[in-house]
């Protein structure tokens, strides 16, 4: 009897399924790895910006930083375009906001943010121009984010506040 050797067409078959299964899981696997590290992105760099604009409110509400010296900073929200404009605001009324490009961003000690945003000092209002989609929705805001929770901090004048004696 001959004994034959190499690879039947069955586990040739068998061979090329399998790999295919691998290749789907592991493509699978690495699509939803670039999506949360881009949401981990777009939130960080956020609550980055969102950090330094509570500080700033802070400050100012304090009397400790210049008032008009932020509402120079940035650009005229003429160079967004209006109807992104409108969907970013959401309704809001324009008074008061500012637009940073990434480049604007280091004016507040913000380097290697990768959006743009606009930003009004007097509400502590932080929105992306470009926004992200997370979990199907396009979001521009930290608070538009599902799921998102945030340590919100309720800012007290301490200026105005009542002695107990």
């Known amino acids: 009897m001959k004994k034959e050797k190499g690879i039947t067409l069955v586990s040739l ?20 790895s670039v999506r949360n590290a881009k949401r981990t992105t ?4 956020l609550e980055m910006i969102q950090e330094k604009v509570n500080t700033i409110y802070e400050k100012r509400q304090l009397n400790e930083e210049n008032a008009t ?8 929200l003429s160079l967004v375009e209006q109807s992104r404009l409108n ?20 004016q507040l000690d913000l380097d290697n943010i990768t959006q743009d945003v606009i930003i009004n000092f007097d509400t502590r209002d932080v ?9 199907g929705k396009l979001c521009y805001r930290l608070t538009n ?5 945030t340590n919100e ?13």
Request: negative net charge.
């Open 13 to 32: 078959a068998i061979t090329i399924i399998v790999m295919i299964i691998i290749a789907g899981t592991v493509t699978t696997t690495g699509i939803e």
């Open 69 to 76: 010296y932020y509402d120079t900073l940035g650009k005229d």
């Open 87 to 106: 969907i970013v605001l959401d309704g809001k009324e324009k008074k008061g906001y500012r637009y940073f490009s990434r480049e604007d961003l280091k």
């Open 145 to 149: 984010i599902p799921g998102y929770q």
């Open 153 to 165: 901090i309720e800012y007290i004048n301490k200026n105005t506040r009542s002695s107990d004696v």
């Open 127 to 135: 929105a992306s121009v470009t926004g992200a989609k997370i979990d």
């Open 42 to 45: 777009f939130i960080t760099e």
